[in-house]
């Protein structure tokens, strides 16, 4: 039996009583057994990519959060701890500052819940028959018992799409990821490995944060895209598939969707019978995509047999999108050298990207923390 995804409009953050509703909604679908209790230690996963006032889209918007905690509350939950890491340098300073910058710590002095900021880390076994043996992951993810997965409807120039499933990658603690995109630099076998790391952490329940979602350069360098939505359900996967019908993004180009239907963990397009709530609700509403998603961006070489084998890699390579340093804007904070998983930019007052060694993971575009790495392609393929 599928799991059911809830799907409720909100029209604003301002608007408590229709935020707490749709939240409320996506709690009480939960059958008996998956409804968290007084005993429960909850940890909340918000999307904080990086230090963004939540009026700029990029990360969980504080007023979704207060909602969830008052469902919880009304549950009887009172151990609840929230909890993320982005990439670069995870310590307990960098945690404070984005905690202070993405509105959680006014947020968690007014509800009363703990902020985790001591930055350890765990290695736990990963799910089995994957591509992944164990993930390190940081602490309270591997402690708490009752994992509420809080993501961001957004564009992605690497995978297409950040939503429930990758943002869970957010559960590896801060250079470890640069370690991942290194081990799978093709957005295949990312894909496999994103798939892995959800069956490893099981969310309990996942909250998509739709009211104002993200288009064009996500995670962080793309345009507001107000969409007046809540969806929820306890399958991740599913969630997922019905923002893709929303945002207009076939599933197949989602690296961790593709790979969760090879591996049957979900169909190829969301049925239509796991809908709660007004079908029109999922009518698409298409997302101005990433420059990044077209050619060059769906890995097809890696399955060519045959002479084109030897053609189309070098191809497909020479045609991608890649990572561009705008050197006016550049402060040379040293944000993207820190994160890059092959350590291909130099720093000489402004960064300096060596191409020939860029894997195309975006991680530059997601840290920069003003938006000076652009995302450029050739000419020719902007306009096929």
């Not at 402690?143 to 995978?159: C, G, N, S």
């Not at 050298?337 to 130099?346: D, G, K, V």
Request: glycine share 8%; hydrophobic share 40%; aromatic share 6%.
């Amino acid at each position: 039996m599928l799991s059911p995804v809830i799907v409720r409009p909100v029209a604003s953050y301002e608007d408590a009583a229709a935020l707490d509703a749709a939240v409320e909604a996506v709690f009480a679908a939960l059958p008996a057994e998956k409804q968290p209790t007084p005993a429960s230690r909850v940890l909340l996963k918000p999307n904080l990519l990086a230090r963004h006032a939540p009026d700029k889209a990029v990360t969980t918007h504080p007023a979704l959060l207060r909602a969830v905690v008052a469902a919880l509350r009304r549950r009887g939950v009172t151990d609840i701890l929230l909890a993320d890491s982005p990439g670069g340098l995870y310590t307990p300073a960098r945690m404070r500052a984005l905690y202070e910058g993405t509105g959680m710590t006014t947020l968690a002095k007014e509800l009363g819940i703990a902020l985790y900021d001591a930055c350890k880390s765990v290695t736990v076994p990963a799910a089995p028959d994957g591509l992944v043996r164990e993930f390190e992951l940081i602490e309270p993810v591997a402690q708490r018992d009752y994992l509420i997965d809080l993501p961001k409807m957004k564009t992605h120039v690497m995978t297409g799409a950040s939503l429930s499933v990758k943002n869970l990658f957010g559960c590896i603690p801060g250079l470890k990821k640069a370690e991942w995109h290194t081990r799978f630099p093709d957005k295949e076998r990312f894909g496999e490995m994103l798939t892995d790391l959800c069956r490893t952490v099981q969310p309990a329940l996942t909250i998509l944060d739709g009211v104002v979602g993200m288009e064009g350069d996500g995670p962080s360098g793309g345009s507001p895209r107000p969409l007046g939505l809540v969806l929820g359900g306890a399958d991740p996967f599913l969630v997922d598939l019905a923002a893709c019908r929303i945002m207009g993004i076939e599933p197949e180009r989602v690296p961790y969707l593709a790979a969760g239907i090879r591996r049957g963990l979900c169909p190829a397009e969301f049925p239509a019978q796991a809908l709660d709530g007004d079908e029109t609700l999922l009518r698409p509403a298409p997302f101005r995509l990433p420059a990044s998603y077209g050619a060059g961006d769906t890995d097809f070489a890696r399955h060519a047999r045959g002479p084109v084998a030897w053609v189309l890699p070098r191809l497909e390579r020479w045609a991608a999108p890649r990572p561009v340093v705008e050197t006016v804007k550049c402060i040379g904070c040293g944000r993207c050298a820190e994160i890059c998983p092959r350590h291909t930019i130099e720093l000489n007052k402004t960064a300096r990207i060596r191409p020939a060694d860029c894997i195309r993971c975006f991680c530059c575009h997601e840290m920069c923390p003003v938006q000076a790495i652009q995302v450029k392609r050739l000419p020719l393929f902007r306009h096929l």
